[in-house]
């Protein structure tokens, strides 16, 4: 049977490296796969997903509106899908993770679903949550605090490195403008912070 999985982690942990190194353990073996990001998402170039150790493939965009279940029976039907993979996935609505879901019992298409847990506030993403309740199979993809604890929060800074504690939680500034910390130096900071 076919399984939703969700690779989480924080900022910076080697999500779209693991999620492109997946692919391509695929896509050697002659399997086809068809890979999501999210529109929001303009680090890089669009319809691309890219790690910050210089991998790279072409995705398929998302937005809030987007039926991925629909898109990936559409190329399904044409090359079957050995594996969906979707970036950025904290920012999927529940209705989609949903559709995802459906698309593993009902197709039989594995879903790898790669994303942050929560956000700046420590609040978890509305994508999150629904895979956190919905995937058949958590992994978490571990990054390290500068203490060497595990960095499980994401702090947002400002262009001067300064702790940021309101404003939009989609709000995306680059890999710069977040700090993946253990969840007692997350809550240092913001306490310095007020
Ligand atoms: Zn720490």
């Known amino acids: ?9 924080s900022m910076n942990a080697g999500k779209s490296t ?12 002659g399997m086809a796969t068809m890979l999501f990001t999210a529109a929001v998402d303009d680090r890089f170039a669009a319809g691309t997903i890219a790690s910050r150790i210089g991998l790279s493939a072409p995705a398929t965009m ?20 050995a594996c969906v993979l979707v970036d950025e996935a904290q920012f999927l609505t529940a209705a989609q993770v ?4 459906a698309l593993a019992d009902r197709v ?8 942050l847990r929560t956000d700046f506030r420590g609040a978890l993403f509305e994508g999150s949550a629904r895979l956190l309740a919905l995937a058949d199979s958590l ?3 571990k990054s390290v605090c500068e203490c060497g604890r595990k960095a499980t929060m994401n702090l947002r800074v400002d262009a001067e490195g300064r702790p ?12 710069d403008r977040y700090v993946a ?4 130096h997350f809550s240092a900071a913001l306490q310095a912070k007020a």
């Open 108 to 115: 039989g298409i594995p879903v790898l679903a790669y994303g």
């Open 1 to 9: 049977m076919a399984k939703l999985y969700f690779y989480y982690a």
């Open 181 to 184: 910390l253990c969840r007692r």
């Open 164 to 175: 940021v504690a309101e404003g939009r939680q989609t709000e995306i500034g680059g890999n």
């Open 62 to 81: 998302f937005d809030s509106g987007t039926d991925l279940a629909a898109c990936a029976l559409a190329r399904h039907v044409e090359t079957p899908l």
């Open 98 to 101: 949903d559709q995802l879901a």
């Open 139 to 141: 992994v978490e993809i």
């Open 18 to 29: 693991n999620l492109l190194q997946a692919d391509f353990n695929y896509r050697e073996r």
